[in-house]
């Protein structure tokens, strides 16, 4: 069995998941989204004056033995919100792993609604390093560079809200997390944990992504999104009505009655069945799970967020520039 370091992972509403790190010396610690659709870490400072700081847990430098003050002013922008503040450095610790010392983002600025209401403190980004700050090596890269995982790969098992047991592993893949065998997939740019999508369809006709697509697989992005033309298209062929908040109601009927969509990569099927992509709150509405990426990231990508993922058990393999998929456990 191969090494392997697992960091268990908290769900918040089927929304995000996140886990514990610390970091300073002595530690101090924050809740962290773990998220392939980014790349660097940061959390909130003392000298953070956003609304959004004054309810999450702040890293104060003065307190940490071991910090070291970079300097470099940062500015972070997400699907969702945004980050300003500066470049630092100090041991970072994750459950499992050795400590390691981590340039690292102290926020000043967060703003927006978004990380209001949020229950995590900040982000720790898993995708590559070209997407990351310049200059700056990312904590996996930091981990493996250094020998500090027996392989150069990580990968996420995601339950639903009622189940206990979200984790991401690093270092090793954990056969018991998965059903069956992995199926791999190539990364085809190194920016993004992107890769190439050959159809979406649905009894057995094609709704979206007729001619193959462009698809990033995002542990940090909740739904399925995707160009604004064919989301609509299958808005329209599952019923989904636009609601004035925006957000596309069902009829909770429908989680009984529609089929499975099929998502097909590298010659292999991965059904999404309704109770998937059709979300009942506990106000007792159904929403849809499928969303027009937001404006400010590459139109024409897909991103297969929480939705996908909770279905299926995901390896992250840096060593070999690829993917795997397998239903989970």
């Given at each position: 069995?191969?090494?392997?370091?697992?960091?268990?992972?908290?769900?918040?509403l089927d929304?995000?998941?996140?886990?514990?790190?610390?970091?300073?010396?002595?530690?101090?610690?924050?809740?962290?989204?773990?998220?392939?659709?980014?790349?660097?870490?940061?959390?909130?400072?003392?000298?953070?004056?956003?609304?959004?700081?004054?309810?999450?847990?702040?890293?104060?430098?003065?307190?940490?033995?071991?910090?070291?003050?970079?300097?470099?002013?940062?500015?972070?922008?997400?699907?969702?919100?945004?980050?300003?503040?500066?470049?630092?450095?100090?041991?970072?610790?994750?459950?499992?792993?050795?400590?390691?010392?981590?340039?690292?983002?102290?926020?000043?600025?967060?703003?927006?609604?978004?990380?209001?209401?949020?229950?995590?403190?900040?982000?720790?980004?898993?995708?590559?390093?070209?997407?990351?700050?310049?200059?700056?090596?990312?904590?996996?890269?930091?981990?493996?560079?250094?020998?500090?995982?027996?392989?150069?790969?990580?990968?996420?098992?995601?339950?639903?809200?009622?189940?206990?047991?979200?984790?991401?592993?690093?270092?090793?893949?954990?056969?018991?997390?998965?059903?069956?065998?992995?199926?791999?997939?190539?990364?085809?740019?190194?920016?993004?944990?992107?890769?190439?999508?050959?159809?979406?369809?649905?009894?057995?006709?094609?709704?979206?992504?007729?001619?193959?697509?462009?698809?990033?697989?995002?542990?940090?992005?909740?739904?399925?999104?995707?160009?604004?033309?064919?989301?609509?298209?299958?808005?329209?062929?599952?019923?989904?009505?636009?609601?004035?908040?925006?957000?596309?109601?069902?009829?909770?009927?429908?989680?009984?009655?529609?089929p499975d969509?099929?998502?097909?990569?590298?010659g292999v099927?991965?059904?999404?069945?309704?109770?998937?992509?059709?979300?009942?709150?506990?106000?007792?509405?159904?929403?849809?799970?499928?969303?027009?990426?937001?404006?400010?990231?590459?139109?024409?990508?897909?991103?297969?967020?929480?939705?996908?993922?909770?279905?299926?058990?995901?390896?992250?393999?840096?060593?070999?520039?690829?993917?795997?998929?397998?239903?989970?456990?």
């Amino acid at each position: 069995m191969m090494e392997v370091s697992y960091e268990p992972l908290r769900n918040y509403l089927d929304l995000a998941y996140m886990g514990t790190i610390s970091i300073g010396t002595p530690p101090q610690e924050f809740k962290v989204i773990f998220d392939t659709g980014s790349t660097d870490l940061w959390v909130p400072s003392i000298y953070c004056y956003s609304p959004a700081c004054a309810h999450h847990n702040v890293f104060n430098p003065l307190r940490s033995s071991t910090f070291q003050f970079l300097g470099q002013p940062l500015s972070l922008s997400y699907g969702t919100g945004s980050m300003k503040g500066f470049l630092a450095s100090d041991t970072v610790k994750v459950t499992g792993l050795p400590e390691v010392v981590q340039e690292f983002g102290l926020s000043i600025q967060e703003p927006g609604q978004f990380m209001d209401s949020v229950p995590f403190d900040g982000i720790l980004g898993l995708a590559y390093p070209t997407l990351g700050i310049r200059g700056t090596t990312p904590f996996f890269d930091n981990l493996w560079k250094q020998g500090l995982v027996s392989q150069g790969l990580f990968a996420f098992y995601l339950t639903n809200e009622e189940k206990k047991g979200s984790v991401v592993m690093f270092g090793g893949v954990d056969p018991a997390y998965y059903k069956g065998e992995l199926n791999w997939v190539p990364v085809t740019r190194p920016f993004f944990w992107q890769f190439t999508v050959s159809s979406i369809s649905l009894n057995g006709a094609v709704i979206g992504c007729d001619s193959g697509c462009h698809a990033i697989l995002d542990t940090g992005t909740s739904l399925v999104t995707g160009p604004p033309e064919p989301i609509f298209n299958i808005q329209r062929i599952i019923n989904a009505r636009q609601s004035y908040g925006g957000e596309y109601i069902m009829d909770c009927e429908a989680i009984n009655t529609l089929p499975d969509i099929i998502i097909t990569i590298n010659g292999v099927d991965y059904p999404l069945p309704a109770s998937a992509y059709i979300r009942q709150e506990r106000t007792g509405i159904c929403y849809s799970n499928f969303l027009a990426t937001p404006g400010n990231l590459a139109q024409e990508i897909w991103i297969l967020g929480d939705v996908f993922l909770r279905l299926y058990f995901s390896v992250f393999d840096r060593e070999n520039n690829r993917i795997g998929l397998a239903p989970a456990a």
